[in-house]
């Protein structure tokens, strides 16, 4: 017997509504929106759940260009380089795939795998020729919609893509995290720390830095003196100067601090890497 006669009324008002919207056709994705909203609004759908739907269908409508990481922020390696020369650089990135330019950094030669390194390593061979080492590049149109981009990755098992502009110039590339991520929110990575912690100093001697750290509890780890009044996180501070929501990879200058986007979705930044003083990005860039 149910003790809550307005649930129960709630239940059968949801359960109609659902009933007839899957007894007719929907006429527009509003109408799919506003049952999927009455549901969670109910607590028949679990708010994770409603979050992936509701990025299953932003994604329909996203584009390429909407989430690539643009050319001028691009991690390179070029072609020929000494294994010596590229080893610290692609430590110090944490990416695990790299486009490889030729003497015009217009060409992508290839794509070269981190993991493909470690038995050169192993050998202490410096001396590579690395074609012998490239995977073949997989490009993308900017107009490309994300819901095709997902399939064509899971069909050709690439999971990263260069991205071409209409005359076919490199613009940028995406990953097909980039992609799950506007599905699912943040996905775990390298990047990530103890739950207890804010603040993490990298091996690289930048820091990572939880975007819901508080400004007073940057301040005190850094010495620093952003306002505590107008904004409680560090994450809100970097979205108002941007005046918009970043895409990762973008970087922004405060005070004696830069600001690098390592993890955002389409919801949210949530993770920073901050480099005081006057401690530069190192980026592989040819030319």
């Known amino acids: 017997m149910n003790d809550d006669p307005g649930r129960t009324n709630q239940s059968k008002g949801f359960l109609t509504k659902l009933s007839q919207?899957?007894?007719?056709?929907?006429?527009?994705?509003?109408?799919?929106?506003?049952?999927?909203?009455?549901?969670?609004?109910?607590?028949?759908?679990?708010?994770?759940?409603?979050?992936?739907?509701?990025?299953?269908?932003?994604?329909?409508?996203?584009?390429?260009?909407?989430?690539?990481?643009?050319?001028?922020?691009?991690?390179?390696?070029?072609?020929?380089?000494?294994?010596?020369?590229?080893?610290?650089?692609?430590?110090?990135?944490?990416?695990?795939?790299?486009?490889?330019?030729?003497?015009?950094?217009?060409?992508?030669?290839?794509?070269?795998?981190?993991?493909?390194?470690?038995?050169?390593?192993?050998?202490?061979?410096?001396?590579?020729?690395?074609k012998d080492l490239l995977r073949p590049a997989f490009f993308v149109p900017q107009s490309k919609r994300l819901n095709a981009l997902l399939k064509e990755f899971r069909e050709s098992r690439n999971h990263m893509a260069i991205v071409v502009d209409e005359y076919g110039s490199v613009d940028g590339l995406v990953t097909i995290e980039d992609v799950l991520e506007q599905i699912v929110g943040d996905i775990a990575d390298e990047h990530d720390f103890d739950d207890e912690h804010f603040i993490k100093n990298s091996k690289s001697g930048h820091f990572l830095v939880k975007a819901i750290t508080p400004i007073e509890d940057f301040n005190e780890h850094f010495e620093s003196e952003f306002n505590e009044d107008e904004f409680d996180t560090?994450?809100?501070?970097?979205?108002?100067?941007?005046?918009?929501?970043?895409?990762?990879?973008?970087?922004?200058?405060?005070?004696?601090?830069?600001?690098?986007?390592?993890?955002?979705?389409?919801?949210?930044?949530?993770?920073?890497?901050?480099?005081?003083?006057?401690?530069?990005?190192?980026?592989?860039?040819?030319?």
Do not use: C, W
């Not at 527009?28 to 509701?54: C, H, T, W």
């Not at 390696?77 to 110090?92: F, N």
């Open 21 to 130: 919207f899957l007894s007719n056709e929907p006429s527009n994705k509003k109408e799919i929106i506003d049952v999927l909203k009455a549901g969670f609004d109910r607590g028949y759908i679990e708010p994770e759940s409603y979050s992936i739907i509701q990025g299953g269908l932003t994604v329909n409508e996203m584009q390429v260009r909407d989430i690539m990481i643009p050319r001028s922020q691009m991690t390179v390696v070029p072609y020929g380089t000494d294994i010596k020369d590229i080893l610290a650089p692609i430590i110090e990135s944490q990416h695990s795939r790299f486009p490889v330019v030729g003497e015009d950094d217009d060409e992508v030669l290839g794509i070269l795998l981190a993991k493909d390194l470690l038995p050169l390593l192993a050998q202490s061979r410096e001396r590579v020729d690395m």
């Open 234 to 287: 560090i994450g809100g501070l970097v979205v108002h100067e941007f005046g918009r929501l970043p895409k990762r990879n973008e970087h922004i200058k405060l005070g004696r601090f830069t600001f690098k986007v390592l993890n955002s979705d389409n919801r949210s930044v949530r993770l920073l890497q901050v480099t005081p003083q006057q401690q530069t990005l190192r980026t592989l860039e040819f030319g």
